[in-house]
């Protein structure tokens, strides 16, 4: 059971859900005994789940199919959620964007396409220091809305477990909005297609109007086939995010009624980060104990060693679609890193889940002083995660993107250019650089050629 910083009442119990209280955890906010930390607590473990046991079950049967090479996943969304950004608006242009890459996906891998938004839930960041100082001023380093807030101020920059309580609700009106949206007619996908056109109408986008045109007269072959496109106007959406406040996600652990096993409530997908995946820390031994699939950050340094006790413990049963591998390399390195640890999990025999997080690994800083990624690089990147794996006859099983439906500038380059000159005005990311809306449909149709060449 939790123990004093939080006995709830309706908070799951059951054997080892808390060992990870007593094993060294990393990126934790600083609650200091804070005494709204337990009123925090107690309201989020009389909650409603923000997510089902049924559903969470779903998709680690479409994951299996992906590992197996029968699916693809798309996961997007952006780098860190905030609670002003929780618009109707900003929240549809972002499933918008997503529906629209998957349809160029689905068309280039021949597969079921797996969408998951990093939404609903990415409220929190790791940070590579605690402090940050700005003009000789030294205050807490923003971990993202659900720990505390972006302005430079003292009040701003405390950790405030209050926080938890309004990011489950944002979390919770997102998932209402996104289940309208992917339920309602939102996402029929002749509607998409249409978006899709109007992309490579544009003068910049010319080179991919032959595969706007290729999925064209596949619907039209649909049309005149009979095809049932009412049974298209829906589509499954998942959601995740990055399992790093061990608190929020322990309290939205829930006991299921059929299986009487954990599940994490919190979503459907959880992963584990660079910073926080310690075979011996907390968070991998919290994962390890719920019954959601479950990522894992991978870098440049993992080694063969590191990939094989993740499997052990997160996936001692070896169950298709429980583990994913989301790699994060660097597109200069990636041919090099990426095949002795794809080599090394083939020889176990375990079936893994391959994506490809191209963001990460590409992260510069521009002349004029912004947090960036360049185009071409997330694209290398994502070639040279499918140049691996068709080497070794093994599954590329995904992509996984930092991306918005928004007009921003925050990556440089794509066929409609952005320099760093724009960032001065349309520059919003509070932490990490992600692709527009632009952007993000152009990789989709370039890692779209990758997958049908594949």
């Not at 000789?136 to 405390?158: H, I, K, Q, W």
């Not at 005005?425 to 952007?439: A, F, G, I, K």
Request: some cysteine; overall charge negative; aromatic content about 8%.
């Amino acid at each position: 059971m939790i123990p004093a910083t939080g006995t709830q009442e309706g908070a799951a119990v059951y054997p080892g859900l808390d060992t990870w209280r007593s094993l060294p955890i990393a990126q934790q906010p600083g609650w200091n005994d804070d005494p709204q930390l337990d009123v925090a607590l107690t309201e989020l473990s009389s909650a409603p789940p923000l997510v089902f046991a049924g559903e969470v079950d779903q998709l680690r049967a479409r994951l299996a199919a992906a590992a197996q090479g029968n699916a693809f996943v798309l996961q997007g969304g952006d780098c860190a959620e905030t609670f002003e950004g929780m618009t109707a608006d900003r929240i549809s242009a972002r499933v918008r964007t997503i529906l629209q890459m998957a349809v160029v996906l689905t068309y280039g891998a021949s597969l079921p396409v797996i969408k998951m938004g990093r939404m609903a839930g990415q409220f929190a960041k790791p940070r590579s220091s605690n402090d940050e100082t700005r003009n000789g001023v030294t205050l807490p380093a923003y971990r993202g809305d659900m720990v505390n807030g972006y302005d430079f101020t003292p009040e701003s920059r405390r950790h405030d477990p209050a926080r938890m309580v309004r990011a489950y609700h944002n979390a919770a009106s997102t998932l209402n909005l996104i289940r309208a949206f992917t339920q309602g007619g939102f996402a029929d996908l002749r509607a998409v297609h249409d978006w899709n056109r109007g992309f490579a109408a544009h003068p910049a986008h010319v080179r991919y109007e032959s595969t706007v045109a290729q999925i064209d007269r596949a619907l039209k072959f649909m049309a005149a086939c009979g095809a049932d496109f009412d049974a298209l106007r829906g589509v499954e959406f998942f959601a995740s995010h990055e399992a790093l406040v061990l608190e929020y996600e322990r309290v939205l652990t829930r006991i299921d009624s059929r299986s009487r096993l954990p599940y994490d409530t919190s979503a459907h997908f959880l992963w584990i980060g660079e910073r926080t995946r310690d075979l011996d820390g907390a968070h991998v031994d919290f994962l390890s104990r719920v019954r959601n699939p479950i990522g894992v950050k991978l870098g440049p340094n993992t080694r063969g060693d590191d990939v094989l006790g993740l499997i052990d413990r997160l996936d001692p049963e070896r169950e298709p679609g429980r583990l994913t591998f989301i790699t994060r390399m660097g597109a200069g390195v990636i041919r090099d890193k990426l095949p002795e640890l794809v080599e090394t999990v083939k020889r176990s025999g375990a079936t893994v889940l391959w994506i490809t997080d191209p963001m990460h690994g590409n992260t510069v800083t521009s002349p004029n002083g912004y947090k960036t990624r360049n185009f071409d690089d997330v694209v290398d990147e994502v070639r040279g995660f499918f140049e691996v794996h068709r080497g070794l006859g093994t599954v590329p099983g995904g992509l996984h993107v930092e991306m918005t439906g928004d007009d921003v500038a925050e990556c440089l380059g794509g066929s409609d250019r952005i320099d760093e000159e724009a960032f001065l005005t349309r520059y919003e990311s509070v932490c990490d650089p992600r692709l527009n809306h632009q952007q993000s449909l152009e990789l989709a149709f370039l890692a779209a050629e990758s997958l049908a060449g594949h």
